[in-house]
């Protein structure tokens, strides 16, 4: 496999695929962070695009535009991390970076023009005001802290500077490796509010005297697993440890009155995408109460009042969005949808006026979109679809749900794109999603690599939804606990058999690839049946024991293998797949990102060794300024690339 693929007809053909779906050079092809106000008549957004090729990378700026729709309107010129709109609707706050490496500005905005600026040490990971709009609290991270894996799972570096051949130094120790929360009043300088040792994952106000915050006694991002609830004084920063979670904590968000705590807790493999119970602290009580929100796992929170929690999530195929009255001590769903998706990571919307929501729609075959929902309607504001998308996407398979039985009988759950005018049995890949605790949605094909691609040759494209999966409770999440690559395993490839038994799929046809846990589930699965005829693991892990004691996020693998990695044997072993792919011969082409921390490249490594000894045609593909699960452009449009290349080699076509 040559090293610079960008002649190849594959890399012509992904290249000029994504062209179509994303116009690089300067459309708006994406959006986070829809916020709007009942009485405002405008929409703001952080608005994604190419400004230049995908060399150039994506860009991230402030846009506005009106709530009745139209075209949008660019604000800044900034990469811009973070937007927070006041509680009057009046002032936009915005987090962006600033000219100098580790240094970030805070702005506020007002009717499209900005108003105050000011420097903060460190990268702003998230911005609330308090509630009676006086004070902005800003969580900082410090300029060595490591990013979570959603991100990129790599450590930040402040900069390069002096010889090529200095080394990398990495500590345990140092100021700059911990998450503060910073407070700014409109005028002067941001003051910080917090020390280490406290660590701030989350914060928001909770009234205007107390910040609610994920908290722990560690910077380390495998410290996240064990954090707890912390109440802070807004004036002291005198923090007291509220709620200890036998498992994570997420969206963390105080109502205004101060009366309440909002939050999510749930068994996590990832933070970032903590999807569960939603819960309520009583601040003078103590008490915790999880609410009941109808089946959905809830992953976004939002006081719409004092009283009433706008909630959005997942349910088996659908996401919905929803609030929580705590006077009544009832939830009313407001919209739901299993043709429509939300959100890039998970399920997200922000809540306008006394019933509506905002948020980014989308759908396989539907580019990302501005919406608003009224009285349980959605409607469209803008449209982020490229003039030459929808032709593109004519051609890439229509998705529908699809739930099969499992080997003890449960049932399980996932989606299937089928190519267009299919009429018998075709290749099939095997897409795993990453976590494990996550989840398939009916989401954008540019988010699915190379499947759509795949699927305008005539594969059949398989994402399943295994035990561990979010959107069907806490129980099917647990499941996966301690189990790892155990009834998961047997999940996927019941589907698989499942797919043959329709007459959908070739059963000598059919390939496995994911990234991150689904890196690790691709180099697993071909050890444990003879399904599959080609792997790409992207992202993996190839042998726990040196995963432990390698990557960021040790408390990862303890937790779900549920296992000691300082014991001989056990489920450190036996979950490995660098331990057993050496008996299996597969075609395996393993990629990875170099600077990820996450899984780092050394687990690629094993994982191409073992490949190699069974005898089977094996790549080592790394990239050298990639992250985790190789997202990053032009990184991403190569690997779909190497992977159209790799099937066409190795999954050959009917005779």
């Known amino acids: 496999m040559d090293r610079d693929f960008r002649s190849s007809p594959d890399f012509v053909d992904t290249h000029a695929f994504y062209s179509a779906l994303l116009a690089p050079g300067g459309h708006v092809y994406g959006a986070r962070m829809l916020c709007g106000h009942e009485n405002a008549a405008h929409l703001h957004f952080l608005g994604q695009s190419f400004e230049g090729a995908f060399e150039d990378g994506v860009s991230s700026r402030l846009y506005r535009v009106a709530r009745q729709g139209g075209s949008a309107e660019r604000l800044n010129d900034r990469e811009t991390r973070q937007i927070r709109l006041s509680p009057d609707g009046q002032t936009l ?130 410290a996240w697993y064990k954090a707890h609830l912390s109440l802070i004084d807004a004036a002291s920063g005198a923090a007291t440890k509220v709620f200890q979670p036998a498992d994570q904590l997420g969206s963390v968000k105080g109502a205004p009155d101060g009366r309440h705590v909002a939050f999510v807790q749930a068994f996590c493999s990832d933070r970032g995408l903590v999807s569960g119970l939603l819960s309520i602290l009583d601040p003078k009580t103590g008490t915790i109460e999880t ?54 990571w ?24 501005l919406a608003e929902v009224v009285s349980g309607v959605l409607r469209e504001v803008a449209s982020l679809a490229a003039p030459t ?22 049932e399980i759950q996932g989606w299937v794109v089928r190519p267009k005018d299919a009429s018998g049995p075709t290749p099939l890949l095997v897409d795993v999603h990453g976590g494990p605790i996550s989840a398939h949605r009916n989401s954008w094909m540019a988010r699915k690599r190379s499947a759509p691609i795949l699927a305008s040759r005539g594969w059949t494209i398989f994402f399943p939804n295994p035990r561990g999966s979010t959107g069907r409770g806490d129980a099917f999440a647990r499941a996966v606990k301690g189990d790892m690559g155990g009834a998961d395993t047997h999940d996927i490839i019941a589907g698989v058999d499942a797919l043959i038994a329709k007459g959908w799929v070739d059963a000598k046809r059919i390939a496995v690839t994911g990234t991150s846990y689904g890196g690790f589930m691709s180099a697993w699965l071909p050890s444990q049946t003879d399904r599959f005829a080609a792997a790409i693991p992207i992202s993996p892990v190839g042998n726990w024991y040196s995963q432990h004691r390698t990557t960021q996020i040790p408390e990862f693998d303890e937790i779900m293998l549920d296992a000691s990695p300082w014991a001989e044997g056990g489920a450190y072993f036996t979950r490995s797949p660098a331990f057993y792919k050496q008996k299996t011969k597969v075609p395996t082409l393993v990629m990875a990102g170099g600077i990820d921390r996450s899984t780092p490249v050394g687990q690629a490594e094993e994982c191409h060794f073992a490949a190699v000894r069974s005898g089977a045609p094996s790549s080592l593909v790394i990239y050298p300024k990639a992250g985790h699960s190789v997202r990053s452009y032009p990184e991403y449009l190569d690997s779909a690339a190497r992977i159209l290349w790799w099937l066409g080699k190795y999954v050959r076509p009917a005779e």
């Open 291 to 344: 609410l009941d929100t109808r089946g959905i796992d809830a992953s976004s929170v939002e006081w719409r009042s004092p009283t009433v929690i706008h909630f959005a999530g997942e349910r088996g195929h659908q996401i919905a969005t929803g609030d929580y009255d705590l006077e009544r001590s009832s939830a009313t769903e407001s919209w739901s949808s299993s043709e429509l998706t939300n959100s890039e």
């Open 389 to 410: 998308a929808q032709d593109a996407m004519s051609r890439c398979g229509a998705i529908e749900p699809f739930a099969w039985t499992a080997p003890d009988g449960m």
């Open 93 to 222: 706050a915005v987090a962006s970076a600033g000219d100098e490496a580790g240094v970030d500005l805070i702005e506020t905005w007002s009717d499209g023009r900005l108003v105050a600026v000011q420097l903060v040490p460190g990268r702003i990971e998230q911005i609330d005001w308090s509630p009676d709009g006086t004070t902005l609290l800003l969580v900082v991270a410090g300029t060595g802290a490591d990013l979570a894996g959603i991100h990129g799972g790599y450590t930040q570096k402040s900069g390069a500077g002096g010889h090529a051949w200095l080394p990398e130094v990495r500590s345990d120790e140092g100021s700059d490796l911990w998450r503060t929360i910073w407070t700014w009043e409109g005028e002067g300088g941001p003051k910080r509010l917090t020390q280490p040792p406290l660590n701030v994952w989350e914060a928001s106000w909770c009234g205007n005297g107390l910040i609610a915050a994920i908290a722990s006694d560690h910077h380390s991002e495998g």
């Open 346 to 369: 998970v399920p997200t919307s922000y809540p306008i006026g006394e019933s509506g929501a905002l948020f980014v729609g989308e759908s396989y075959a539907r580019a990302p979109f």
